[in-house]
Nanobody, 125 residues
Framework: QVQLVESGGGLVQAGGSLRLSCAAS????????MGWFRQAPGKEREFVAA???????TYYDSVKGRFTISRDNAKNTVYLQMNSLKPEDTAVYYC???????????????????WGQGTQVTVSS
């Protein structure tokens, strides 16, 4: 089991930026594929971005060009840089991890076996 701790959430005005961090422990970080998901009140948890153990990335269409996922294997940390934030980006953001390797996009909740506790991101208009 991988332990994940997110940080970096907060309140920001529309058009602003935030960087989320997720520190992982319990497994060799470089072998993990990592993902970010979000859940707004009354909605299902949805995919935001993923980065494979190999470094390849996948993004949800609505965040392409605004969000960037990256990883620092030396620090066992994955990041989500969020720019040009919109009120509809308001949600609890969750980090996820998996040791599974396959050729898919890692965009499904079922792709991941370990989850963090979440960090709140609120974008005001």
């Amino acid at each position: 089991q991988v332990q994940l701790v997110e940080s970096g959430g907060g309140l920001v005005q529309a058009g602003g930026s935030l960087r989320l961090s997720c520190a992982a422990s319990g497994r060799t970080f470089s072998s993990l594929s990592m993902g970010w998901f979000r859940q707004a009140p009354g909605k299902e948890r949805e995919f935001v971005a993923a980065i494979r153990w190999s470094g390849g990335t996948t993004y949800y269409d609505s965040v392409k060009g605004r969000f960037t996922i990256s990883r620092d294997n030396a620090k066992n940390t994955v990041y989500l840089q969020m720019n040009s934030l919109k009120p509809e980006d308001t949600a609890v953001y969750y980090c996820a991890a998996t040791e599974r390797r396959y050729g898919g996009s890692y965009s499904r909740r079922s792709d991941f076996g370990s989850w963090g506790q979440g960090t709140q991101v609120t974008v005001s208009s």
